[in-house]
């Protein structure tokens, strides 16, 4: 059930409980303030960086710190499940204002599924449970393990999944077939398959080929 949706209309929204956010959570598990969403205009993506929370923050149920969203992903903020989607937007051009959303967020439009109430912040949430159909975005398939500098592993359940740091270093990852390719979209610093600097051009990547970028190293597992 959707409880409601939220159009994320600024370059940078914050989420939390406390009323100086821009958009207010009443769920006790969720930190005063617990996230925020920026816009980068640049190359028409949505960033979410936890800011700290008491309870973290999940995406596609991995925990992150700072990360590219893709439409689609589902987020856990404290007991509140949320969906962001995002309608097609024109890097330098578009405008996040009505151009992107979430789900119970939105940018394109999200929709915030709060399980239960609570009265305290506890030392950490569980993720509220979710039906059999939208359990398939986490089933094991195609990741980055981090091995060193990355917080967490990436799950690749869309079919682009960028991974980076925007400005410094952002690479996407492309389903094609059955196998994946790789190729640099952003950033001033070099991106590695392999030791070997990557560009706009896609390269094919194959299990335990090696990423390097923004300081952060991964491995391509299947």
């Known amino acids: 059930m959707v409880v409601q949706d939220y159009v994320l209309k600024e370059s940078r929204t914050t989420l939390g409980r406390r009323s100086t956010n821009d958009i207010i959570l009443t769920d006790m598990a969720v930190s005063g ?6 816009y980068e205009k640049k190359i028409g993506i949505v960033v979410v960086e936890d800011l700290g929370s008491t309870n973290g923050t999940r995406v596609n149920g991995i ?3 700072r990360q590219v969203l893709q439409s689609g992903d589902l987020l856990d903020i404290g007991k509140c499940r949320i969906r962001f989607l995002m309608s097609s937007i024109a890097p330098e051009t578009g405008s996040p204002n009505g151009s ?3 789900e119970a967020l939105s940018v394109p439009v999200p929709h915030m599924l709060p399980e239960n109430d609570s009265h305290e912040e506890g030392p950490s949430t569980s993720p509220a449970a979710f039906p059999h159909h939208e359990e398939a975005l986490y089933s094991a398939g195609a990741h980055l393990r981090a091995v060193k500098g990355a917080d967490e592993d990436v799950m690749l359940s869309k079919i ?5 740091r925007p400005g410094i270093a952002v690479v996407a990852f492309t389903r094609r077939g059955k196998g994946y390719v790789v190729s640099k979209v952003d ?3 070099d991106a590695k398959l392999n030791g070997r600097a990557l560009n706009a051009t896609e390269a094919a990547v ?6 390097e970028l923004a300081g952060m190293e991964y491995e391509f597992l299947t």
Do not use: L, S
Request: glycine share 16%.
């Open 33 to 38: 303030e617990h996230v925020a969403f920026t």
């Open 63 to 65: 925990k992150i710190r």
């Open 100 to 102: 992107f959303y979430t």
């Open 160 to 164: 682009v999944t960028a991974v980076g």
């Open 187 to 189: 950033g001033v610093t």
């Open 206 to 211: 194959k299990g335990g080929d090696k990423i």
